[in-house]
């Protein structure tokens, strides 16, 4: 790995602290072990707050600390939660240190970096993962222990949790950065224009949804006119009353409620139908005849 540049990109130049070797002084294997570990997707006091939380804290705390505000609405910023929480989770089972945190979510951060701005591979993302776990993994090359962030044991853990995770979901994160997605509409407002009633303020009630007798009672009560009619009538008496009118021109079914007339349509359609079903039954009994008939024939041929 060429000195200036890191897998997890260029290292910033500043004046060196006071009290500090000269980086051009520093040996280069340290140099480069240093720029490695210098970037930091967590801090140590989010990543401390984290680990104070329980199961369901985290999730609420790592979202306030990665600045996702439309985790309802937007299905890439849960997914891209679920892919932190679900790491951080996972190394929270390993017991990891503090700086194996920092480095291990940091790692977890840059391998979606490279996908989503560098477009690499799942190969291409195979191969850096290699050469960074070279770098903060345990190596023979390395002259001091307290170089290594994991041991093998950890390194291995970490790659096997990769292959299982990512890996194995790459080409769905690739269709997540790289493919647009339709705007799906939930809810669209319609104007609908009803039909106004001739005799009141409402329509006339569905003989499948309510009858004529609770709609008149309690949905649409009658007008005030016929109360002031009905009232008059009763003031009158017998006596009183307005003279008889010709019957030719009355309503035959004045004298009947609506149970009289439901009783007399249930009488008749019952007469209909048996006489219906008598003769139905006839035909079916002389064709069934017939079929007897011809199947003696057969018999006897």
């Known amino acids: 790995m060429s000195q200036g540049t890191t897998p997890w990109g260029p290292t910033p130049a500043g004046p060196t602290p006071a009290g500090t070797t000269p980086e051009s002084e520093r040996p280069t294997e340290f140099q480069e072990h240093e720029k490695i570990l210098s970037p930091d997707f967590l801090s140590v006091a989010q990543i401390t707050d984290l680990l104070m939380e329980d199961v369901d804290g985290v999730p609420e705390k790592l979202g306030t600390f990665l600045n996702f505000k439309n985790l309802e609405t937007c299905l890439k910023d849960a997914i891209l939660l679920d892919y932190y929480v679900s790491g951080f989770l996972w190394a929270r089972g390993m017991d990891f240190s503090i700086i194996q945190y920092s480095k291990f979510m940091t790692l977890l951060a840059m391998l979606l ?26 190596t023979h090359s390395q002259k001091s222990e307290d170089w290594n962030i994991f041991d093998v044991k950890q390194a291995n853990a970490i790659i096997d949790y ?8 790459y080409k769905l994160y690739e269709f997540m950065f790289y493919s647009a997605r339709e705007e799906i509409v939930i809810g669209t407002e319609q104007v609908i224009e009803v039909v106004k009633s001739a005799c009141g303020p409402f329509p006339n009630p569905l003989e499948e949804g309510i009858s004529f007798d609770i709609h008149s009672t309690f949905i649409e009560p009658p007008t005030i006119l016929d109360t002031e009619m009905k009232e008059l009538d009763q003031e009158q008496g ?11 021109n009355m309503d035959p079914l004045a004298g009947f409620n609506i149970e009289d007339v439901k009783s007399v349509l249930d009488q008749v359609t019952d007469d209909i139908l048996i006489g219906i079903q008598t003769e139905i039954n006839q035909k079916l009994q002389i064709q069934e005849e017939a079929f007897n008939a011809r199947i003696e024939k057969l018999k006897k041929a």
């Open 113 to 138: 970096q490279n996908l989503k701005t560098l477009h690499m591979s799942l190969e291409e993302s195979i191969k850096w993962l290699g050469e960074v776990m070279a770098e903060i993994g345990p």
């Open 162 to 169: 990769l292959k299982i995770s990512l890996f194995q979901h």
């Open 238 to 248: 017998p006596e009183e009353s307005q003279p008889e009118t010709d019957t030719s």
